[in-house]
């Protein structure tokens, strides 16, 4: 498995040739742009390697201590799907699989929406699909929120791992976020163990 972090494009580094190529339909924020095309730029590397998936991991993400063995487990899930795809393995929005919808030795579900671009596994014709829609519109809308537009338009399969293996640090309290407002490190903390539970429990 090879790793590789994704270094270009940070805020610096977007020129205004770059601002008119991609973002002049939209109000971004300067990080907001920066985390939409280092996305993008991911889907590049996946497409110019042809990599037949990859995961994609943002860099305020906190693994849970099993990530590794319930990742391999859901790997034979997700290599039987032979439609373009993205899988999604955290908890973003504190979006759950209903109880009863849960089945026995099963670990991944279709769904007719995305979840936040922190966690995600992608196959290659699903990431040929957001380079093309984004090479004709640009990107008008923060970058997880697009691709789910671009996922449902293209008409990519959105699967969500139950349980999720991921949280983002900069939603559960552990340090602060760059793209939003962020309350305070306590009360961020409090919030998200509070919608955990209370999704979960009564989802």
């Not at 290659?124 to 004709?136: G, H, K, P, S, T």
Request: net charge negative.
């Amino acid at each position: 498995m090879i790793f590789e972090f994704i270094l270009d494009f940070d805020t610096t580094d977007i020129s205004p040739e770059i601002h008119q190529k991609f973002f002049r339909n939209s109000e971004l924020l300067p990080a907001q742009q920066s985390c939409a095309l280092k996305h993008w730029e991911a889907m590049m590397l996946i497409v110019k390697r042809q990599l037949p998936r990859a995961l994609v991991l943002e860099d305020d993400v906190i693994l849970a201590s099993n990530f590794l063995e319930v990742l391999n487990r859901m790997m034979r899930e997700e290599l039987s799907i032979i439609t373009p795809h993205v899988t999604f393995l955290g908890c973003g929005g504190h979006y759950y699989i209903p109880h009863e919808e849960i089945e026995v030795d099963r670990l991944l579900y279709p769904r007719n929406q995305g979840k936040f671009a922190d966690s995600y596994i992608v196959s290659l014709d699903a990431a040929q699909r957001r380079i093309d829609w984004i090479a004709e519109h640009g990107i008008p809308r923060p970058i997880d929120h697009l691709f789910e537009q671009i996922d449902r338009e293209q008409q990519n399969a959105m699967f969500w791992l139950e349980p999720p293996i991921v949280e983002q640090g900069s939603h559960n309290g552990t340090f602060g976020s760059t793209l939003e407002k962020s309350y305070p490190l306590w009360f961020q903390s409090l919030q998200f163990r509070w919608k955990k539970f209370w999704r979960r429990r009564y989802h």
